[in-house]
């Protein structure tokens, strides 16, 4: 007697079958080029930075209980970040850098007020933003392209949650601008020291 199959199951099927007779045949996990490589290792710098900022910015001890439970919070969720993409890399059978292989530096005055901690806040959040979408658009590993994007939604949430201690605007524009892995070495570069 032949199994039933349910609707989804059967369109999966027909998918697949087209896909294959169109040459497009499920690959296995594409390997990442250099260049996803280059991308992973900026966006670990950036979550690294990030991690950095949020310890000191809390530690300052300057900010609303309010504001240093939302930037703790945010710090909580760069470091998930960071194991995440650190697990990609290793994954690809490369080494991940970490907080022993980066000295960052700030701004003179940036843990002094929490005017000051909240604008480089607000700084360092539009970074991985846009960071982030730019990943999106050029990586090509296609298992990586979830991942990134997962995190682009959590950085759009730290954008809109720092601002608020601004008085911006939570809602930012309907397309955000993405920046290219150039555009981003280029912005961390003021940070190391």
């Not at 497009?24 to 996803?36: F, H, I, R, V």
């Not at 990030?50 to 504001?67: I, K, M």
């Not at 697990?87 to 700030?106: E, H, K, N």
């Not at 990586?139 to 008085?167: C, D, M, R, Y």
């Amino acid at each position: 007697m032949p199994a039933t199959l349910s609707r989804g199951a059967l369109l999966r099927r027909g998918a697949l079958a087209g896909g294959v007779a169109l040459g497009l045949a499920p690959a296995a996990a594409a390997a990442p080029t250099d260049e996803d490589l280059a991308s992973l290792r900026l966006l670990i710098a950036v979550e690294l930075l990030e991690v950095d900022f949020g310890t000191q910015a809390v530690a300052a001890n300057v900010l609303s209980s309010r504001a240093s439970r939302v930037l703790g919070g945010v710090s909580a969720q760069d470091k998930a970040h960071l194991a995440g993409l650190s697990s990609l890399v290793t994954g690809a059978g490369q080494v991940p850098a970490t907080a022993d292989d980066i000295d960052f530096a700030y701004p003179a005055g940036t843990f002094g007020s929490a005017g000051a901690i909240l604008e480089q806040a607000e700084a360092l959040e539009e970074l991985a933003l846009r960071a982030y979408l730019g990943a999106v658009g050029s990586v090509q590993a296609p298992n990586w392209k979830l991942p990134l994007g997962q995190i682009a939604a959590s950085e759009a949430q730290h954008v809109a949650a720092v601002a608020q201690f601004g008085g911006k605007p939570v809602l930012g524009r309907a397309f955000a601008p993405s920046l290219s892995i150039d555009a981003v070495s280029a912005a961390l570069d003021p940070y190391e020291s």
